[in-house]
């Protein structure tokens, strides 16, 4: 029981601390608010486990679509997915050593920008664009803007919020006494 409340807690607190700053740095642009989620969902991961930093991997991209970050409704699926793959390849490859940790925020960058890149460019504004713009659920605009939002952008805020996680993290984990 106490476990469960430890992770709720956990969890809760730093899905806060998203909130907060999807809100707060959503004027900054693409490259500010992704960094800031992306050390969010790295912190999360490596300080509370799998399970906190997938529940957070998901929800993150519904409450940026209710902040009006997130573009079109169509991208959450493929944002939650990106996210899932950066949180779960951190969390299995990265260890205690530092070098292990570096490998991981790596590779989990790469695999996240090249998950995004395949959904969105590839598949949504690819493959499925046109029945996607005549259901309505994809304008004309982003079909456009889309495919250059989830490329490169997607590797430096990965690559940025890993590194500050990295960073941040023996610090937090010596606050939290882990």
Known sequence: MRKNIRWITETALLL???VVLQAATKGFGQLVTGSCVNAVLALTVLLCGMASGVTIALISP??????????QLVVVPAIMAG?????????LIAGEALGSRVAAWLLSAVAKFAALYLLVA???CG????????AGLLKEP???ALPVMFAWPQLFTALIGGAVALVLLPVLKKALRR
């Open 142 to 144: 982003m079909l456009k």
């Open 122 to 124: 590839k598949i949504i």
């Open 127 to 134: 493959l499925a664009a046109a029945p996607l713009l005549d």
């Open 16 to 18: 806060a601390l998203l």
């Open 83 to 91: 996210n899932v793959v950066f949180v779960v390849l951190l969390r």
């Open 62 to 71: 519904v409450l940026a679509y209710f902040l009006g970050i997130a573009p």
